[in-house]
């Protein structure tokens, strides 16, 4: 069988893991795709890429495919999400003096109360506290506006939030840069070992299942190859159930450390991948149950209303400007019918709704489907708000 090449742009991180492994694995050629990874280091060189034909799909940043299609900071360039790679598995990382401040050093934290002491610390500080996130359309950024705001912080008048590539983030808090960075594994436990930082949260603790990484296609590109964007999902879809497969883990682990790919340790990418994170240098790996949420419950599923919450939070950081139009652009960005129609032939469970109320689950929950049973779990944010896409005015009245 001759195989269609397809060329995916990535950066090193854990989250870019099916990718990864659908080629190394081998589920991509079974579809009939030779899958050509290439890494870069930083998400404009990704986007780039995508953008100007150099690749045909991209690991990608969820909020940066909403800003590329709405024509946010350059020209509307439509893409298409039919595939969510992972919910979760950032952290917040702070030097280890401020940690000391506001949380028990080593230890998981709990969310609100970390959050009102860093806003005590953010008043006696005799600067601005500045923080980095990978890039100023990413889950990154807006799940730590969204952790701050709740805690009493505004984001555009208390700190100060600057942007840091994944791979420099520990080197940003080393050399004094940043006080705080919002990032992606391995890059926290980069930091935490070489001494540089403390964890102080995690983002399934301010979001529980909250959208993060995404494969991302150009809307032509995707709608006039079905078959090949189908195939791929389903590549995607088998990686993601090999990825939750313990007796995989050593392997997964030493895959994805590889020169070509994460270029690091494979004992630090391992806490990630296993829900053990160490939090602070000299500490024990703690238990981070859902830290990076992955295949279980519809995980890869591309929910309409996660779209929407992110515009919503991109309209509460004054990126975008609320309007009708620009809502249903940005929901249409995530492609649920095609994640249906790829993976319909493999006898899934498939959600039978698009959109769902975002953090109103407490606690399992049977959901309608077209096909399957289907469970799933909390998805709760911190501040116990929950999120109704039906009424983005409502939620941007009451929220700030």
């Given at each position: 069988m001759s195989l269609i090449p397809f060329r995916i742009g990535?950066?090193?991180?854990?989250?870019?893991?099916?990718?990864?492994?659908?080629r190394e694995l081998g589920f991509a050629e079974e579809e009939g795709i030779d899958l050509i990874l290439v890494r870069d280091m930083s998400w404009a060189t990704v986007a780039d890429r995508l953008l100007y034909?150099?690749?045909?799909?991209?690991?990608?940043?969820?909020?940066?495919?909403?800003?590329?299609?709405?024509g946010?900071?350059?020209?509307?360039?439509?893409?298409?999400?039919?595939f969510?790679?992972?919910l979760n598995g950032n952290a917040i990382t702070v030097r280890p003096d401020l940690a000391a401040q506001i949380t028990t050093v080593g230890q998981p934290g709990d969310a609100?109360?970390?959050g009102l002491r860093l806003a005590e610390a953010v008043e006696t500080s005799p600067r601005k506290l500045r923080f980095g996130v990978v890039h100023r359309y990413s889950s990154h950024d807006y799940m730590l506006r969204y952790w701050l705001r709740g805690s009493g912080i505004s984001p555009e008048t208390d700190v100060e939030i600057v942007t840091v590539a994944p791979?420099?983030?520990?080197?940003?808090?080393?050399?004094?840069e940043i006080d705080g960075i919002c990032?992606?594994?391995?890059?926290?436990?980069?930091?935490?070992?070489r001494g540089v930082g403390v964890?102080?949260?995690?983002?399934?603790?301010?979001?529980?299942?909250?959208v993060e990484k995404v494969l991302a296609m150009r809307t032509d590109r995707m709608n006039a190859d079905r078959e090949i964007a189908n195939a791929l999902i389903r590549a995607l879809y088998r990686a993601g159930a090999a990825f939750v497969q313990p007796e995989r883990l050593d392997a997964i682990c030493d895959i994805l450390a590889r020169p070509e790919y994460l270029d690091n340790s494979a004992a630090l990418i391992r806490g990630a991948v296993s829900d053990q994170i160490t939090y602070a240098k000299g500490f024990a790996p703690v238990p981070t149950p859902d830290f990076m949420f992955q295949h279980r419950e519809a995980a890869n599923f591309p929910w309409v209303s996660q779209a929407a919450w992110l515009y919503a939070q991109m309209c509460l950081a004054g990126h975008a400007v609320a309007n009708a139009q620009d809502y249903v652009r940005a929901q249409g960005v995530f492609r649920p019918d095609s994640y249906r129609a790829a993976l319909r032939p493999l006898g899934v469970p498939l959600p039978g709704a698009s959109s769902k109320l975002e953090g109103s689950i407490d606690g399992p929950t049977g959901v309608g489907t077209t096909q399957g049973r289907l469970i799933l779990g909390p998805d709760r944010f911190f501040d116990g708000r929950s999120f109704d896409p039906e009424d983005l005015m409502g939620y941007l009245r009451t929220t700030g």
């Amino acid at each position: 069988m001759s195989l269609i090449p397809f060329r995916i742009g990535f950066l090193p991180l854990v989250d870019a893991a099916l990718p990864i492994l659908a080629r190394e694995l081998g589920f991509a050629e079974e579809e009939g795709i030779d899958l050509i990874l290439v890494r870069d280091m930083s998400w404009a060189t990704v986007a780039d890429r995508l953008l100007y034909g150099h690749s045909d799909a991209a690991h990608l940043l969820a909020p940066l495919a909403i800003a590329t299609t709405l024509g946010l900071g350059r020209p509307p360039a439509a893409l298409s999400v039919p595939f969510v790679l992972g919910l979760n598995g950032n952290a917040i990382t702070v030097r280890p003096d401020l940690a000391a401040q506001i949380t028990t050093v080593g230890q998981p934290g709990d969310a609100r109360a970390v959050g009102l002491r860093l806003a005590e610390a953010v008043e006696t500080s005799p600067r601005k506290l500045r923080f980095g996130v990978v890039h100023r359309y990413s889950s990154h950024d807006y799940m730590l506006r969204y952790w701050l705001r709740g805690s009493g912080i505004s984001p555009e008048t208390d700190v100060e939030i600057v942007t840091v590539a994944p791979p420099f983030a520990a080197d940003a808090l080393s050399n004094g840069e940043i006080d705080g960075i919002c990032v992606g594994e391995p890059w926290n436990s980069v930091a935490v070992d070489r001494g540089v930082g403390v964890i102080v949260a995690v983002t399934s603790q301010i979001w529980l299942r909250g959208v993060e990484k995404v494969l991302a296609m150009r809307t032509d590109r995707m709608n006039a190859d079905r078959e090949i964007a189908n195939a791929l999902i389903r590549a995607l879809y088998r990686a993601g159930a090999a990825f939750v497969q313990p007796e995989r883990l050593d392997a997964i682990c030493d895959i994805l450390a590889r020169p070509e790919y994460l270029d690091n340790s494979a004992a630090l990418i391992r806490g990630a991948v296993s829900d053990q994170i160490t939090y602070a240098k000299g500490f024990a790996p703690v238990p981070t149950p859902d830290f990076m949420f992955q295949h279980r419950e519809a995980a890869n599923f591309p929910w309409v209303s996660q779209a929407a919450w992110l515009y919503a939070q991109m309209c509460l950081a004054g990126h975008a400007v609320a309007n009708a139009q620009d809502y249903v652009r940005a929901q249409g960005v995530f492609r649920p019918d095609s994640y249906r129609a790829a993976l319909r032939p493999l006898g899934v469970p498939l959600p039978g709704a698009s959109s769902k109320l975002e953090g109103s689950i407490d606690g399992p929950t049977g959901v309608g489907t077209t096909q399957g049973r289907l469970i799933l779990g909390p998805d709760r944010f911190f501040d116990g708000r929950s999120f109704d896409p039906e009424d983005l005015m409502g939620y941007l009245r009451t929220t700030g």
